[in-house]
T-cell receptor, first 112, second 112 residues
Framework: NAGVTQTPKFQVLKTGQSMTLQCAQD?????MSWYRQDPGMGLRLIHY???????DQGEVPNGYNVSRSTTEDFPLRLLSAAPSQTSVYFC???????????FGAGTRLSVL | KQEVTQIPAALSVPEGENLVLNCSFT??????LQWFRQDPGKGLTSLLL?????REQTSGRLNASLDKSSGRSTLYIAASQPGDSATYLC???????????FGKGTRLSVIA
């Protein structure tokens, strides 16, 4: 089973560039979410989705955009990358928001 | 706003010791609490999920307890091994369909 797959694993961007972090799950989970993890800050929620066509903001949504057109995919878009967005990004999914969360391996992003 | 605190931030123990990791949360209106493990450079793996109606959950050498009224959970690891070295994170699901709120984790080192 593939579980939660994140691509790419590593990415370097220049300030102002845009990119999309991909997240796909093959478990037919309704709930998906994006977190960023920074030293000393822990995991912070960026955006989440309780089903296809439904998204909502988390704790730190500014500078990020999401959409959920299918159950399987939940891409995270950086509209204009800033050095403050240098972080490790994790995608997670679960059958419903109250169930065990399954995490991807993460994407390490550096913005220069 | 739910806040989750984990103490200590780091812990180093000799192999074979029994140890306790602590997690506290400010809002006792939770639906469940989850403990995760994170190895360096990897994603999170769910270890135990305790529903708000439960007092504890066990999996092998791990035992997690929950005292909702006092806003505390502990993760007990019996007979620690070097392979247990990792960061352990606690996450709380509050009432409604709000996503998990994570603590900053406890970094455990088990010395052979």
């Amino acid at each position: 089973n593939a579980g939660v797959t994140q691509t790419p694993k590593f990415q370097v961007l220049k300030t102002g560039q845009s990119m999309t972090l991909q997240c796909a799950q093959d478990m037919n989970h309704e709930y998906m979410s994006w977190y960023r993890q920074d030293p000393g800050m822990g995991l912070r929620l960026i955006h989440y989705s309780v089903g296809a066509g439904i998204t909502d903001q988390g704790e730190v949504p500014n500078g990020y955009n999401v959409s959920r057109s299918t159950t399987e995919d939940f891409p995270l878009r950086l509209l204009s990358a800033a050095p403050s967005q240098t972080s490790v990004y994790f995608c997670a999914s679960s059958p419903r928001v109250r169930d065990i969360q399954y995490f991807g391996a993460g994407t390490r992003l550096s913005v220069l | 706003k739910q806040e989750v605190t984990q103490i200590p931030a780091a812990l180093s123990v000799p192999e074979g010791e029994n140890l306790v990791l602590n997690c506290s949360f400010t809002d006792s209106a939770i639906y469940n609490l989850q403990w995760f493990r994170q190895d360096p450079g990897k994603g999170l793996t769910s270890l135990l999920l305790i529903q708000s109606s439960q007092r504890e959950q066990t999996s092998g050498r791990l035992n997690a307890s929950l005292d909702k009224s006092s806003g505390r959970s502990t993760l007990y690891i019996a007979a620690s091994q070097p392979g247990d070295s990792a960061t352990y994170l606690c996450a709380v699901g509050s009432s409604g369909n709000t996503p998990l709120v994570f603590g900053k984790g406890t970094r455990l080192s088990v010395i052979a």
